[in-house]
């Protein structure tokens, strides 16, 4: 193991398998960074150029984007709000708060060392424990992935501030848009009112493109003509002290944990990662008022798990030849060009990609972390471009990238409709996380607990009997109720004190 | 009589000088190819490897240029079916097209566009667990029978998996499985090891990949095995997995691939991208691809391929329309 792992480094730190490296990381951050363009976009362009590589190289450039893209997502997701990919929709909810209370670098700083350390994190876990897990993570039936979907979803409640009645119906909203296309558990189009480019249904990066950076794109050229108030920034506080890092490390951790086994579970992606490891940070959390006004927890939560995401999803891809995420699955096309077939064997056949695949993960992170905090300084200035040179670039980006997606327009229109969309329910009241996380988790709970019903002829009985299953639909009520408790108490708190104060007062 | 041959010589002096200069003029740009599938799966694959195969033997002066649409598989079919037929815009896709026709998913089928040529096979395996106690097709087709309704057959509902199922189905009266919906070969392979399910059927490729060494000797930790083959004969890298129609039984499932034109394209670029095609099938390129997938390298243009294709249709039908009723 020691042999194949540092062979493979050594082979890195030659001069072109690091450019490679860096030229993988480098345009998967910029790439990422840029609202529309997505990572799995990147890797599906370059493919081509990849057929006259040898495989070992493609292998590094490919994953190089891979860790780059999940990551640059964050910087205009913490500076404009708006997401660079699906993926870091969760990181908005705080990074820009703090972003728009001054302290861009920070936020920023928080976003880069929370994905490096999920990295590292989801890094050790191939490492050392890839067959194992992997052969683990195919017991997970129908009913444990629908109850843990459920956990998730419960996050409705908790994201939601102000009016509970919209954080539903927005949540609902999502489920809804979810619907349309072919239904995934009988093969017949649902919902589409026989116009068939609905057939492939309203897809997660132009729904979320849209409701997200196209919607924000509105509000900024509605107010437009104001003047940005120029708060005084500090880019400085983007290095974590040691008490950051005291402070924030079980939360790393556990996050970085949950993004890992997230990445595992064949299916389901990076955007679901992060909403679990938000939901559980903020549940677990002594500060949960500060979510979604800028807390450093839910950014940190956040980005650990996205990042930890790509080491997860590699595990089964190594381990058994099952891709982990969308990308893996472009990757396993790249193999199969270059006469790679990824299985069980994979290790035997060509060990040298697998040992490259690892550590490319390892220095693609670290070239990540140099590159993304040798930058922050400049990149932090975003905010203070001009919005009129920067929204129509922005614009232009959103479009190109989503017709590239799948090279229809229709995904354009997609994206454009749901801008409206976005912008006229945040000028409602309605908040955007809600329909996020119902449009994204609905699909799949829903295609889990058909397969389930499906093998049980319709019994719902194994999620109660089956102890993974129970497990977390006890931890869903619990999260459930949490929020109800939290007021509950408070409640008696201050009936408590006003009591003793009346007592007081009679003294 | 010599009169005669000089008209004729002239006029066969005269097609052949207008044939090559027609074909002269296609192709004068890249011709796109749509892939009406996200990039990484089986037709993208086929796809690129003829791609770079007629790329670097030089086959065609200009490149193919792979355009993957996807969403559903019927986006990118119809795109290509209302496409201007002017020769650059081709479709790659397999049976699920005819599956689609027949379940009545979309209006249109195989006979809305030309064909123009048929590139490699891939047949698919009943698999089940190890510890299943099933040796056999006919002690799964057995216990499906007495005991309807109770294998859990994982598939992908419509698809080619799908239809696999209910064609096996089909060769015992009674015998029912449970289908219950998995997705792809990768998916069922996890669930068959996961014992979330109890039966598949994988193909060729999913199989070797998932059950062998590459010595070709049989993974120890593999939970599955295959147990029979659906092409004409038995797989080389499989050799005691004996082939349906050995057993006696009428069944033959094998998935080609097929490229399409819109109708309408000129009968030049048909003829030149199926010549192309033909050609890069005879690369070591593909030669290699079709190996390592485990293909049969079957190749099939004009009538042949036409005739093939009503063929697989009188086929399939009946067995998609089964399957949309599940």
């Not at chain 1, 939601?160 to 017949?188: E, I, R, W």
Request: glycine share 10%; proline share 6%.
């Amino acid at each position: 193991m020691i042999e194949g792992l540092f062979g493979a480094l050594a082979h890195l730190m030659t001069p072109l398998p690091f450019l490679y490296v860096l030229i993988g990381t480098v345009s998967g951050i910029i790439v990422g960074a840029i609202p529309g363009l997505s990572g799995a976009m990147l890797i599906a362009l370059t493919l081509p150029l990849t057929f006259y590589m040898q495989p070992v190289n493609a292998v590094i450039l490919l994953i190089g984007m891979y860790v780059g893209s999940i990551t640059g997502g964050l910087i205009t997701a913490t500076l404009l709000r708006m997401p660079g990919t699906p993926s870091n929709v969760v990181t908005t909810f705080d990074g820009h708060p703090m972003a728009m209370a001054g302290k861009p670098g920070r936020a920023l700083g928080l976003g880069i060392a929370a994905s490096f350390i999920g990295g590292l994190v989801s890094w050790v876990v191939l490492l050392f424990l890839a067959k194992p897990l992997s052969i683990w993570a195919t017991r997970f039936g129908p009913f444990e992935y629908f109850t843990l979907i459920l956990m998730a979803m419960v996050l409705i409640a908790s994201v939601t501030q102000g009016s509970m009645v919209k954080g539903l119906v927005s949540g609902f909203l999502g489920m809804l848009v979810s619907m349309p296309g072919v239904d995934p558990s009988s093969g017949q189009p649902r919902l589409t009112w026989d116009w068939y480019v609905l057939n492939g249904g309203l897809k997660l990066l132009p729904v979320l493109i849209g409701i997200f950076a196209v919607s924000q794109v509105i509000g900024d050229i509605v107010t437009i003509g104001k003047r940005m108030e120029r708060i005084e920034t500090r880019v400085s506080g983007m290095l974590m002290s040691f008490k950051d890092w005291r402070d924030q490390a079980f939360n790393m951790l556990r996050s970085s944990l949950i993004g890992t086994w997230v990445g595992i579970l064949p299916g389901i992606g990076a955007s679901i990662g992060s909403i679990m490891a938000y939901t559980a940070a903020r549940n677990m959390s002594r500060k949960p008022e500060e979510y979604g006004k800028g807390s450093e927890e839910g950014i940190v939560a956040s980005e650990a798990a996205n990042n930890a995401t790509i080491g997860g999803a590699l595990i089964p891809l190594i381990a058994m030849g099952i891709p982990g995420s969308v990308i893996d699955a472009i990757l396993i096309g790249a193999l199969m060009i270059h006469s790679i077939t990824p299985g069980p064997t994979l290790f035997i056949t060509n060990g040298d990609v697998v040992w490259a695949m690892i550590a490319t993960a390892l220095v693609a992170n670290v070239v990540m972390f140099l590159a993304m905090m040798g930058s922050v300084r400049l990149v932090a200035r975003i905010m203070y471009v001009p919005r009129t040179f920067l929204l129509p670039v922005i614009l232009v980006f959103c479009i190109i990238g989503t017709f590239a997606l799948d090279n229809t327009m229709f995904d354009v229109w997609v994206m454009l409709i749901f801008g409206v969309v976005g912008y006229a329910m945040e000028r409602a009241g309605f908040p955007l996380g809600p329909f996020v996380i119902g449009f994204v988790l609905a699909p799949l709970m829903e295609e889990k607990l058909r397969s389930g019903l499906m093998m049980t002829a319709g019994s719902i009985e194994p999620i109660f009997t089956r102890p993974l299953s129970l497990t977390f639909l006890i931890i869903a009520i619990l999260l459930l109720l949490t929020p109800f408790f939290r007021v509950w108490r408070e409640g008696r708190a201050r009936r408590r004190a006003a009591t003793a104060a009346a007592a007081a007062d009679e003294a | 009589m010599i009169k005669q041959f000089a008209v004729a010589g002239l006029a066969a002096a005269l097609s052949m000088g207008m044939a090559s200069s027609a074909l002269a003029e296609w192709p004068e740009k890249p011709i796109k190819v749509i892939v009406p599938f996200k990039a990484g799966g089986t037709s993208d694959q086929v796809t690129r490897a003829f791609q770079v195969a007629i790329q670097e033997s030089e086959i065609l002066p200009q490149p193919l240029t792979v355009v993957n649409v996807g969403g559903h598989f019927s986006i990118g079919a119809r795109q290509v079916m209302e496409a201007n037929p002017d020769g650059y815009t081709f479709l790659t896709l397999h049976i699920a097209l005819m599956g689609g026709e027949a379940a009545g998913l979309f209006p249109f089928g195989y006979r809305d566009f030309t064909p123009v040529a048929t590139t490699g096979e891939f047949c698919v395996l009943p698999v089940v667990r190890k510890d299943s106690g099933i040796d056999s097709v006919e002690q799964l087709l057995e216990k499906a029978k007495d005991e309807p309704d109770t294998l859990i057959f994982g598939a992908n509902l419509g698809a080619i998996n799908h239809m696999g199922g209910i064609q096996l189905e089909n060769l015992v009266d009674g015998a029912k499985f449970r289908f219950v919906q998995i997705g792809g070969g990768t998916a069922n392979f996890t669930a068959l090891m996961g014992g979330q399910t109890d039966a598949s059927v994988l193909s060729a490729a999913e199989v070797a990949n998932f059950t062998l060494n590459p010595d070709g000797t049989e993974l120890s930790d593999a939970q599955i095995k295959p147990l029979a083959y659906t092409g004409p004969e038995r797989l080389e890298s499989l050799p005691d997995v004996p082939t349906l129609q050995e057993l006696g039984y009428d069944m033959n499932y094998c998935i080609q691939s097929w490229w399409f034109a819109p109708k309408g394209t000129p009968q030049e670029a048909i003829d030149g991208l199926a010549q192309a095609l033909e050609d890069a099938s005879g690369t070591d390129r593909v030669a290699k691809f079709y190996k390592d997938k485990m293909f049969g390298s079957v190749f099939l243009k004009g009538d042949e391929m036409a005739a093939s294709l009503d063929e697989t249709w009188d086929r399939i039908e009946p067995v998609a329309k089964q399957a949309a009723q599940k």
